[in-house]
């Protein structure tokens, strides 16, 4: 029985390899009393089984750069620990065997470049001279990642722990934690079967167990496991030990060298959970029993690849449990409303790729209080409660694990664990040949099929089937009017007499302004970077409504949330249930909105940028004269009980001035024309208003939460800045794509799509320069982008490509 300390400041729950990572990255940082606790031995949960394939590129930068993270770890773990870890650096081969694939390798080689990666594509015969056992026939070509490799997963760990102990690190073995205590919304104890143990900081690493462990502390982890098999054979004559790991995406399949053998496994469309209650207790090290039946398919798949696997001895089929989350992207931060409880689970099978970076991004986080590079792709609090259910969690998992090697389609969309969040048109809307895509539980229309049309979406790299659909809602905005139900977005009510202050504090934007006016304004941290985009009406002196996008809506109430002072007689309250919103948009918006009300809706009295509360057909109506789309329109919060009766008003009021139902993707559409930033891609905690081109919307008077950052950042020049890009109407963008100034890579495209008014190909991205980046410097250059590795021609835009001096949006 180990001998517990009776206190110790940071506590990790789990020793695989996250918590290892985690905790040699601490001690290295100089965080002191770090103590880990594992309830078995370490890497006896999922670790000891894994795979080892260590990858780099993904389709975010961040993600990828903290996965070089990794390889940079692992290429020094050895020398620095004096313990072999089976790190290889012998790259990574990717396969395509049809157009479409071959189209993504060639997309992937482009955001390679973009993100720093060396990727090289190669014919057949050249994929064949590097992985000779291979069968070729059916390949079109290949991509290599020559900094990809492997390593042994218990051989890393150990060298990790060794690392984190050798720095101070205390590591108990066979100390299994049954309790979390909470005080003031921070945990200060963890109970464990051997006593207590007082604590400032949990850290919860706990693999597969990780969502029990989460609950004792009421933190919702969203993951299951789910089962994994792979096989290891006896040596094969002719496999060379530099084999580099090679991915089938087409046949689902992944093969890696081991002791002049393979490793081989894959990813069928039908796996097998683990348990249907959660994460059962086991011993240590435990396997689940081959399941030869359920593997017979990709046992084909794979000797179909490498035919000298039908004649090779087979040592182990390996079945065991990986934990999986719904979206495919691992966990990773501070749990939302629980300061204190950091996360690191859920890694969907590439957490040895991922774990080094993940450790050493984590314990930045626990130390600096931020993390150390944007990693919303992996943030915890881009879950909302639609995952608390574990059923509905289970049933996305597994449809993503299934599709873990299916072509990456732009907007491609989930079909599982829907319709779960519908708003009080989605009956009328589905009637009306709305296809609906889904976001935080969300359903929300991406656009109209009229009859006779397919009303579902057929994606493509290129132009696909809901094309020319988005085309017919963006220029009835343009146009005429369209109306989209955006009752999604994340809404919430600032209330007390401290509002105004708290508020005016955290936002960069002037909110000290009188009722009825709007501001749209960003949220900044203490280095400046944008942690929330929104728009915020003052409603009354004591009242603020504040609208985010709907991915933002957890991560946004928690970060004004943390920021309001005790004390304060400041209350935040989340009312997106409550109310539905109607964003009725275009030059006609004002003549269809004034034939339901006697209120003046004259440039005058309802200018752009103001906000009344106004009787519509009997509905009462929040309406904000502001828009996304960049023409003239009203953004009508309504009770949600009058919501279809003020959407049929509606219709039938703009029957005759040519109203049209739109949805998202024409939203995209027309934001990208106006140079509208998107938080997540424009805009986040990596970027500055500086950068992004909104220095325009701070205040100057007074401070405000990141405004010491941002008069730094004033005295040198900018390193990077947004900026927009058109091309040819034949070019597809997609984001990612190389930005080249003067044939020289100098960024990538954050957002890509096609402008319908002007009929061009368009996005934006950042322009990076270390020296600085000016106006002129911008202006002088030729610029061309990088797409599926062709070189194209583009034009710079520095301002919207449509109505710059939005003439139209204040008409």
Not at 381 to 393: I, K
Not at 589 to 617: Q, S
Not at 734 to 755: A, C, K, M, Q, Y
């Amino acid at each position: 029985m180990p001998e517990i300390p009776a206190a110790a400041r940071i506590v990790i729950i789990g020793g695989g390899i996250v918590g290892c990572a985690t905790a040699y990255h601490l001690a290295r940082a100089g965080a002191g009393d770090v103590l880990l606790l594992e309830r078995h031995r370490l890497t006896s949960g999922s670790t000891f089984h894994a795979a080892g394939l260590v990858g780099q590129l993904r389709s975010s930068a961040a993600i990828t750069r903290l996965l070089g993270h990794s390889v940079a770890l692992y290429r020094r773990l050895e020398a620095e620990t004096g313990l072999a870890t089976g790190w290889k650096m012998n790259g990574g081969l990717r396969l395509a065997c049809n157009q479409e694939r071959w189209s993504e390798l060639r997309r992937q080689a482009t955001t390679a470049r973009s993100f720093g990666l060396e990727m090289h594509l190669l014919t057949p015969a050249e994929a064949k001279r590097l992985w000779p056992l291979m069968e070729t026939a059916d390949l079109v070509g290949a991509a290599f990642l020559p900094t990809d490799g492997q390593v042994n997963p218990s051989d890393v760990t150990a060298a990790l722990a060794r690392g984190a102990r050798t720095a101070g690190v205390r590591i108990l073995e066979d100390c299994e934690v049954t309790g979390i205590e909470i005080a003031g919304r921070r945990p200060v104890a963890v109970r464990t079967r051997e006593g207590r143990i007082g604590c400032e900081i949990v850290v919860d690493c706990a693999g597969r167990w990780a969502r029990e462990v989460g609950a004792m502390a009421d933190i919702t982890v969203p993951l299951v496991a789910l089962r994994h098999q792979y096989l290891i054979t006896e040596p094969i004559p002719g496999t060379p030990r530099d084999l580099p790991t090679l991915r089938d995406p087409d046949r689902l399949t992944y093969y890696k060298e081991e002791v002049g053998g393979l490793v081989a496994g894959g990813y069928e469309p039908d796996p097998q959970d683990w348990s249907n209650d959660g994460a059962p207790d086991g011993e240590a090290f435990r396997l689940l029993e081959p399941d030869w039946d359920h593997f017979q398919p990709m046992m084909e798949n794979l000797i179909a690849r490498v035919p000298a696997l039908a004649n090779a001895g087979i040592r182990q089929l390996l079945n065991g449990p990986e934990s999986f989350t719904p979206d495919g992207n691992f966990i990773l931060g501070e749990a939302p409303g629980l300061a204190g409880f950091f996360v690191a689970a859920g890694f969907n099978a590439f957490g040895i790729a991922a774990g080094g970076g993940a450790g050493e991004a984590l314990a930045a986080w626990i130390l600096d209080g931020a993390p150390p590079f944007d990693l919303w792709p992996a943030d915890i609090r881009r879950f909302g409660r639609n995952q608390a259910d574990l059923a509905s969690v289970r049933t996305r998992t597994r449809e993503m694990y299934g599709r873990h090697y299916a072509i990456a389609f732009p907007q491609a969309e989930f079909a599982s664990a829907r319709p779960l969040r519908r708003s009080a048109l989605y009956a009328t809307l589905a009637a009306r040949g709305a296809v609906f895509g889904e976001k935080l539980g969300w359903e929300r229309p991406n656009w109209f099929a009229r009859p006779g049309e397919e009303a579902h979406d057929v994606p493509s790299f290129a132009r696909p089937n809901w094309f020319a659909a988005v085309g017919r809602e963006h220029r009835a905005a343009r146009e005429r009017a369209a109306l989209f139900d955006q009752s999604s977005f994340a809404k919430f009510l600032m209330i007390g007499r401290d509002a105004e202050e708290v508020l005016d504090f955290l936002a960069a934007g002037d909110l000290r302004s009188p009722p009825g006016r709007i501001t749209y304004t960003q949220l900044l941290d203490e280095k400046g970077g944008i942690q929330c985009d929104l728009t915020a009406t003052r409603l009354a002196p004591d009242r603020y409504l504040l609208v985010t996008g709907t991915a933002s809506a957890t991560r946004d109430f928690d970060w004004i949330a943390r920021h309001i002072p005790a004390g304060s007689n400041a209350h935040l309250v989340d009312v997106t249930s409550a109310y539905a919103t109607l964003a009725l948009m275009g030059p006609r918006a004002r003549d269809i909105l004034a034939r339901l009300t006697r209120a003046d809706l004259a440039n005058a009295a309802f200018p752009f940028g103001t906000a009344r509360e106004i009787p519509v057909a009997g509905a009462p109506v929040i309406a904000l004269r502001i828009t996304y789309v960049g023409e003239l329109g009203y953004e009508l919060h309504v009770p949600t009980e009058f919501a279809l009766t003020l959407y049929e008003a509606l219709l039938e009021a703009g029957a005759t001035l040519g109203l049209q139902d739109a949805g998202y993707r024409a939203i995209e559409t027309l934001r990208l024309e106006k140079f509208y930033r998107a938080w997540g891609a424009e805009v986040g905690p990596d970027t500055t208003p500086l950068e992004a081109g909104l220095a325009w919307a701070l205040k100057r008077d007074r401070p405000f939460l990141g405004a010491e950052a941002l008069a730094t950042a004033r005295t040198a020049p900018l390193g990077k800045f947004l900026c927009g890009f058109t091309a040819d109407p034949s070019v597809t963008l997609l984001g990612r794509e190389t930005i080249l100034r003067d044939g020289n890579p100098v960024g990538w495209l954050t957002s890509g799509g096609f402008g319908h008014t002007i009929d061009r190909a368009i996005g934006y991205g950042y322009v990076r320069r270390p020296e600085g980046v000016s106006r002129a410097w911008l202006e002088a250059g030729h610029y061309s982008l990088e797409v599926e590795r062709a070189i194209v021609p583009c034009r710079l835009h520095l301002s919207p490509p449509v109505d710059p001096r939005n003439e139209k949006v204040k008409a």
